[in-house]
């Protein structure tokens, strides 16, 4: 097939993201790759939010979210307030796709499991 202009091609995920659990105060890092004709502008949205990242976007002052020039999301100092889910869209003329990915913030600490067996010591009462 020919075409009289270049062909598009609807963006394609070359790398999604994946869930990540990530102790507090450490850095998440969310990759996202797409292809396509042209190639797709890719960016990242928290769910339930209006905020939008892009790579090479200006950083903020006091920011820990930043997007690379491939489409990888980083988050550093991670806070409890952080986790959630994390959308990447890739959007050309040719269409639009995205991915989620979790985010599970823990306290450095291990979590506790069902079934763990943890020694209860009782004072005596007066």
């Known amino acids: 097939m020919k075409c009289s202009r270049a062909c598009l091609t609807p963006p ?8 990540q659990i990530v102790s507090q105060g450490r850095t998440a890092t969310f990759p996202c790759e797409a292809k396509g004709n042209p190639q797709p502008a890719v960016f990242w949205q928290k769910e339930g ?3 939008l990242l892009f790579p090479n976007q200006p950083q903020q002052p006091n920011s820990r979210f930043s997007v690379s020039p491939s489409g990888e999301l980083t988050i550093s100092s991670v806070q409890r307030a952080d986790a959630g889910f994390y959308i990447c869209q890739a959007l050309t003329v040719a269409g639009s796709i995205l991915a989620k990915a979790q985010l599970e913030v823990t306290d450095g600490e291990r979590k506790i499991l069902k079934g763990d067996f943890f020694p209860v010591q ?4 007066l």
């Not at 394609?12 to 869930?19: G, K, M, T, W």
């Not at 009782?122 to 009462?125: A, D, L, R, V």
């Open 122 to 125: 009782y004072q005596h009462m």
């Open 12 to 19: 394609q995920f070359v790398i999604r993201p994946r869930d």
């Open 49 to 51: 939010s209006q905020i």
